[in-house]
């Protein structure tokens, strides 16, 4: 068995130690360097692009650039506001795209969140796993495969750095335990007090840590429920502890998340189908291609399942503990919640990476096994991060064509942006990438770009009291909802289908922009007679509204 080697004096008289042998450093060291260089290429889809192709992520880089002073240019200034005052939680990039935003252009600054948003859940899932079990382990390389999920290709960067940070914040605590109490209660308010400012969902995450952490890493005989009841009673206080933040924040802030929507929109939307839960549960590992992103995460959980047949998988108790009741919630919860969206797919990431912090394949390997499983982890995580990356690159295309699209685009325009819904298509007419994780369109926010390249209103850009620190400003709050998606085509010419807020688009808009245009038959806007195609970038098409002329 390879040992460390044991401090010169350290236990004079006792039995020697036997020095770790030098096949057993050679792979530690190339496992710290497969493990280094896998994260490091987590960012190489990021660099090679300008904007990446996330659901939500453009409306979190136009914010960014308004925040840093895109908003107090005329004509913008007119229409959009910077109000702090509006939301407290889910704004941890906002704040620090504020104090950096002046400095950093807004692009460059905006890639480096989502790096942050990449990189840190994984590498909280290692420092937890390390702080748990101690030193380096080759199955820590397998957790950066993890890196790319549905809710990162969401554009969850709030959520994703929220969740990093809560696992980061967990693990310090065994530090922590040889510390007094009250310093265990200060860095524990701390650490969720930050945590709430980033993301609400990442302090709920940090209390559940905590949870499983003082539940303790030992198992419980089924029916020993003294047993049970004494760890619950020192679970419950280190959760309850961290929670504190989030009580300050319900009873001070003035808008909760959700302030944006009426009675209606507050109620919570259910989907307990089988397909709507079987994706739910897969929303760790989906990417662009289910098989591919199933068959890839079976090689990377193949030693866990191989340790646990042979009786050598250690666990963490509390910590699989805290799994399971985060996937019974992902069950449990609504599809959607006073405007917010996606709650269920939330919590399996959560529950992966607990899971993954506490347990650790104990496999008797030889050293040069454990190099060749740290090898082989590390080619499949570059192996899925370069595939993901040439799809970002072909991806641009897109923005590209909208880019072109609306260079002509006078500022101080108005312009209504649309999606092209093919439904007799098939998703083989669609190119890979545009479409994620259970046929969601991952250019739902590319128009609101328009706002930062050509200075014009866009009404898609989220702005939702609660949530963002923006406000659009009158008049043009009335053709715009706090956080919409595209309309359908087909609305402009279907007034039943029109919302409320776009029923005036012949008066209230300059231009219509189409996005999706390049798929199945197409569809021509220039039947409606108020619409003038202008240009036409394939997947991206600019119409120009015809005013009526006033007559006497």
């Known amino acids: 068995m390879d040992l460390q080697p044991e401090p010169a004096g350290a236990n004079a008289g006792a039995p020697p130690v036997p020095a770790i042998s030098r096949s057993a450093a050679i792979a530690q060291l190339w496992t710290t360097i497969f493990l280094a260089g896998a994260l490091a290429t987590l960012a190489v889809p990021v660099?090679?692009?300008?904007?990446?192709?996330?659901?939500?992520?453009p409306n979190h880089l136009v914010r960014l650039w308004l925040i840093a002073g895109g908003a107090e240019n005329p004509p913008l200034a007119k229409m959009y506001a910077v109000s702090w005052g509006s939301a407290h939680t889910n704004v941890g990039i906002d704040y620090l795209g504020a104090l950096l935003g002046r400095l950093i252009p807004a692009v460059p600054l905006g890639s480096f969140f989502v790096v942050l948003a990449l990189v840190l859940p994984p590498l909280g899932a290692l420092a937890l796993h390390r702080a748990v079990f101690g030193g380096l382990h080759w199955c820590q390389i397998g957790f950066l495969f993890f890196a790319w999920n549905a809710t990162l290709l969401a554009g969850f960067l709030n959520f994703h750095i929220g969740v990093g940070l809560a696992l980061l914040g967990a693990a310090l605590e065994p530090r922590l335990a040889h510390t007094s109490p009250l310093a265990r209660l200060c860095a524990r308010l701390a650490t969720g007090a930050l945590v709430l400012i980033v993301h609400f969902f990442a302090l709920f995450y940090y209390c559940a840590l905590l949870a499983g952490l003082a539940f303790g890493r030992d198992s419980i005989a089924f029916g020993n429920w003294r047993a049970l009841a004494a760890r619950a009673t020192a679970a419950i206080p280190a959760a309850g502890s961290a929670a504190i933040p989030a009580v300050v924040f319900v009873v001070l802030s003035p808008s909760l998340p959700?302030?944006?929507?009426?009675?209606?929109?507050?109620?919570?939307?259910?989907?307990?189908?089988?397909?709507?839960?079987?994706?739910?549960?897969?929303?760790p590992i989906v990417t662009y291609a289910l098989w591919l992103d199933v068959l890839l995460a079976g090689a990377i959980a193949a030693p866990v399942l191989w340790a646990m047949l042979v009786g050598r998988l250690e666990a963490h108790a509390g910590l699989v503990l805290t799994a399971g009741a985060l996937i019974a919630l992902a069950l449990a919860a609504p599809t959607a919640v006073s405007g917010?969206?996606?709650?269920?797919?939330?919590?399996?990431?959560?529950?992966?990476?607990?899971?993954?912090?506490?347990?650790?394949?104990?496999?008797?390997?030889?050293?040069?096994?454990?190099?060749?499983?740290?090898?082989?982890?590390?080619?499949?995580?570059?192996?899925r991060t370069a595939w993901i990356g040439s799809i970002w690159k072909q991806r641009q295309a897109d923005i590209g064509a909208v880019y072109q699209a609306v260079r002509q685009v006078p500022p101080?325009?108005?312009?209504?942006?649309?999606?092209?819904?093919?439904?007799?298509?098939?998703?083989?007419?669609?190119?890979?990438?545009?479409?994620?994780?259970?046929?969601?369109?991952?250019?739902?926010?590319?128009?609101?770009?328009?706002i930062m390249w050509r200075q014009a209103f866009v009404p898609n850009l989220f702005w939702a009291a609660g949530k963002q620190p923006l406000r659009v400003l009158p008049p043009w709050d009335q053709i715009s909802f706090p956080e919409d998606g595209l309309l359908p085509a087909v609305a402009l010419a279907d007034p039943s289908q029109t919302p409320t807020h776009f029923r005036a688009w012949r008066q209230r808009y300059d231009y219509v922009l189409l996005l999706n245009a390049d798929v199945g038959k197409g569809v021509d806007l220039s039947a409606l007679p108020e619409l003038r195609l202008e240009r036409d970038e394939g997947f991206a098409r600019l119409y120009r509204i015809a005013k009526a002329v006033p007559t006497n």
């Open 47 to 57: 660099l090679l692009v300008a904007i990446p192709p996330l659901l939500d992520y």
């Open 258 to 283: 959700g302030a944006h929507v009426d009675a209606l929109g507050n109620a919570p939307l259910w989907d307990f189908s089988a397909y709507n839960k079987g994706h739910v549960l897969l929303s």
């Open 340 to 383: 917010t969206w996606w709650i269920d797919n939330r919590f399996p990431l959560m529950a992966l990476l607990a899971l993954l912090a506490g347990l650790r394949p104990g496999l008797e390997l030889s050293s040069a096994a454990r190099l060749a499983m740290a090898a082989l982890l590390a080619l499949v995580v570059t192996g």
């Open 412 to 450: 101080g325009s108005a312009v209504l942006p649309l999606d092209h819904i093919d439904d007799a298509a098939g998703a083989a007419a669609h190119p890979l990438g545009r479409y994620f994780h259970n046929g969601h369109p991952a250019h739902w926010s590319y128009s609101v770009l328009v």
